[in-house]
């Protein structure tokens, strides 16, 4: 992240810079990239470069490891980055079932903090794609899911009556989404508001 002020002094390019990128000023570094000293020293300005310093996606894995810490469990961090995106793959043993949580709750609150912290870091363009996932549990649930999608999809083809499935988060729901989506016989959608949203497999009319 970066950002160029034209300022009367690098102080007040300092004050500009902590508001803007939220950060502290421990995090952010000044380079004085070009002056212009008016007319006899009367409007004289310069051109400030302040930069990020920080690794937001190291800091994601961070801030994993303090979680693991603070609840004194060991465990391991895998981080995969590509691109503009970001994997974190947490194995701790008999606490993946907290990290995970009911309805996988807790991961999806936990993804959402990691992402938060990762992209403070980053300006708009930047910004990544955080995926948390914990003892393998997403890729498990993923197959899981696109298999009983596959028997659903079966069953709403078979005998043209809609099907409505409950219990779902939007990751979920998209999963099924996705897998029915080139199905040319049904079609899918989601109805409802927050938990009680519900994703409705039906024939195509």
Same mark, same amino acid.
């Given at each position: 992240?970066?950002?160029?002020?034209?300022?009367?002094?690098?102080?007040?390019?300092?004050?500009?810079?902590?508001?803007?990128?939220?950060?502290?000023?421990?995090?952010?570094?000044?380079?004085?990239?070009?002056?212009?000293?008016?007319?006899?020293?009367?409007?004289?300005?310069?051109?400030?470069?302040?930069?990020?310093?920080?690794?937001?996606?190291?800091?994601?894995?961070?801030? !994993?490891?303090? !979680?693991?810490?603070?609840?004194?469990?060991?465990?391991?961090?895998?981080?995969?980055?590509?691109?503009?995106?970001?994997?974190?793959?947490?194995?701790?043993?008999?606490?993946?079932?907290?990290?995970?949580?009911?309805?996988?709750?807790?991961?999806?609150?936990?993804?959402? !903090?990691?992402?938060?912290?990762?992209?403070?870091?980053?300006?708009?363009?930047?910004?990544?794609?955080?995926?948390?996932?914990?003892?393998?549990?997403?890729?498990?649930?993923?197959?899981? !899911?696109?298999?009983?999608?596959?028997?659903?999809?079966?069953?709403?083809?078979?005998?043209?009556?809609?099907?409505?499935?409950?219990?779902?988060?939007?990751?979920?729901?998209?999963?099924?989404?996705?897998?029915?989506?080139?199905?040319?016989?049904?079609?899918?959608?989601?109805?409802?508001?927050?938990?009680?949203?519900?994703?409705?497999?039906?024939?195509?009319?």
């Amino acid at each position: 992240m970066k950002k160029v002020y034209e300022v009367k002094s690098i102080d007040e390019a300092k004050k500009l810079a902590i508001s803007d990128f939220n950060l502290p000023e421990s995090d952010i570094t000044f380079e004085v990239i070009k002056e212009n000293k008016g007319f006899l020293g009367i409007g004289s300005k310069i051109e400030v470069e302040a930069s990020c310093v920080v690794d937001g996606i190291d800091e994601g894995k961070k801030y !994993l490891q303090m !979680l693991l810490d603070y609840n004194e469990v060991e465990g391991f961090i895998e981080k995969k980055v590509r691109d503009n995106s970001v994997e974190y793959n947490v194995d701790a043993g008999d606490f993946n079932g907290y990290l995970i949580g009911k309805n996988a709750r807790n991961l999806i609150a936990l993804q959402l !903090l990691v992402s938060t912290i990762v992209n403070k870091y980053y300006s708009e363009d930047e910004k990544k794609a955080v995926n948390v996932d914990v003892g393998g549990y997403k890729k498990s649930r993923e197959r899981s !899911l696109e298999h009983m999608a596959v028997d659903w999809g079966k069953q709403v083809a078979r005998t043209k009556n809609p099907m409505t499935i409950t219990d779902l988060n939007a990751y979920e729901r998209k999963i099924i989404h996705n897998k029915l989506s080139s199905w040319k016989d049904i079609q899918t959608h989601s109805e409802g508001e927050g938990s009680s949203r519900v994703l409705i497999i039906e024939p195509k009319k």
